[in-house]
């Protein structure tokens, strides 16, 4: 790793869990890549070759990169200019005001103003809201006069790769380019052809909505299991078994399965397009929807158990969602936070998050109700169970809305469980 290598030809600019693992694919392609953050804990990180967080892959690469010499890194964001491509992959929060929070891209546009040439290339990459794009092009003519697409080049490139699957996904995803003005798109897929990927043009805006739409289409794919879920309690009747008979043989069925459905994409991104809604509020349904189910988990256990004043729930993962580190959004820590609420003595296990917590046997060890907070592959054992069985009190409760294990029971007692057949004691 240098600090400032030969010239590079494209700029990072955040180098979190897209823009770390991007830096190190354009590095990997030939590219020379300047790397900038403003996080000095990430960049000594990276500068020792240890990567800040799990992705796929991404260790060996980044070990691979640190050896070629063609990743440098800074905390300047002025230091971007160097390159003549500059990629933005700076975090897009939403307000609770139902609006994107660009605090993060103006900062960075600022830092830029006065350093930019023409030549230079601009690509959004980080996720953003519908009119954004246009809005970065227009701050850029405002504040220096430049011709977009002429001169100065500003598109829009979303990331759509999955956490995990980011070394495969980036050579084989289509790479959507919204550019603006008459040469912004060609020039920003001068940079993306390096992946194998194809690229497909279109508007800014279209980009911008293409990218939501497609975590809004996930974010609502399961809200729908997790209101049946919830309905099902109502009912009496098995969440699971309900739809085991929407899709079985059924050609316009595809209902998915229940869980905890958040993480830091979906849980923010659809707010981006209910800002300007033309059906203000559904979105907002769906996200109570899924927001709603820590406390159904919570609920449900209390109907089963009484009071939870005093007794000891183990939460098998933290993470937003199977076999990640990342624990942003994530609504195993609601379930934590209301189960304290509670008064429970909650004892929290993870094999992947940087969150300190017990082992599993400690966890298990005498719970009086274990909740699958999230479910990892080795989670997921049937050993796992086992030792539930063997370990917790002789009527633990357990909760599972993934099915992971097979058994079909969001709420079943251990004993039960083994009844069943489920691959338990
Ligand atoms: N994480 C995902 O799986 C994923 C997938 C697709 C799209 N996205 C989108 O990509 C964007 C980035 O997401 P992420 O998960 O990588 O975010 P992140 O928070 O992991 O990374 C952002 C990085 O930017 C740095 N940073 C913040 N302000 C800065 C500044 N002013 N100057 C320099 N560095 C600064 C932070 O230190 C951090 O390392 C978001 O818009 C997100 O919605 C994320």
């Not at 990169?65 to 800074?74: C, I, M, P, T, Y």
């Not at 309690?233 to 085991?244: H, K, L, Q, T």
């Not at 007692?413 to 069943?420: F, I, K």
Request: proline share 5%; aromatic share 6%.
């Amino acid at each position: 790793m240098t600090d400032s290598p030969s010239k590079p030809d494209v700029a990072v600019v955040g180098l979190g869990r897209v823009g770390l693992p991007l830096a190190l694919s354009f590095a990997d392609r030939g590219l020379n890549v300047i790397g900038i953050d403003n996080d000095p804990a990430r960049l000594s990180s990276v500068r020792e070759g240890a990567m800040p967080f799990r992705e796929t892959g991404a260790q060996e690469l980044l070990d691979r990169v640190g050896a070629s010499g063609r990743l440098s890194l800074s905390e300047r964001v002025a230091d971007a200019a160097r390159a003549r491509h500059i990629v933005i992959t700076l975090g897009t929060p939403s307000f609770s005001h139902i609006e994107i929070d660009m605090r993060d891209i103006r900062s960075a546009l600022d830092d830029l103003l006065g350093a930019l040439r023409p030549g230079h290339a601009l690509t959004l990459r980080s996720t953003v809201a519908p009119g954004t794009t246009e809005f970065v092009a227009g701050y850029l003519a405002k504040h220096r006069g430049f011709q977009i697409g002429e001169e100065v080049y500003v598109a829009h490139a979303p990331e759509r790769i999955a956490a995990g699957r980011f070394l495969e996904e980036i050579d084989s995803l289509p790479c959507i380019i919204g550019g603006v003005g008459a040469r912004s798109g060609e020039v920003a897929a001068e940079l993306f052809g390096v992946f194998k990927a194809p690229i497909v043009q279109t508007t800014p805006v279209q980009a911008e909505l293409a990218k939501i739409w497609a975590n809004i289409l996930r974010y609502t794919h399961f809200a729908l299991p997790n209101l049946l879920m919830m309905d099902c309690e109502r009912y009496g009747a098995n969440v699971f078994e309900v739809i085991d008979l929407v899709n079985r043989d059924y050609p316009r069925g595809g209902l998915a399965q229940p869980g905890l459905t958040a993480g830091t994409c979906l849980r923010k991104d659809f707010a981006f397009s209910e800002e300007r809604s033309n059906a203000p509020g559904m979105l907002l349904a769906v996200s109570r929807v899924n927001e709603s189910v820590p406390l159904f988990l919570v609920e449900g256990i209390k109907r089963r158990v009484g009071s939870l004043s005093g007794r000891k729930v183990a939460v098998l993962g933290l993470a937003f969602k199977a076999d990640t580190d990342d624990e942003r959004d994530s609504l195993a820590h609601k379930l934590v936070r209301l189960l304290e609420r509670e008064l429970a003595d909650v004892v929290a296990h993870d094999p992947h998050v940087s969150t300190p917590t017990a082992s599993l046997e400690q966890a298990v060890e005498s719970a009086d109700v274990v909740v699958v907070g999230a479910n990892h592959s080795e989670l997921c054992d049937p050993r796992t169970l086992a030792m539930i069985a063997e370990r917790s009190s002789a009527d633990c409760l357990v909760v599972d809305p993934w099915n992971c294990w097979g058994a079909g029971q969001v709420f079943a007692y251990a004993s039960e469980l083994a009844a069943l057949g489920a691959p338990s004691a």
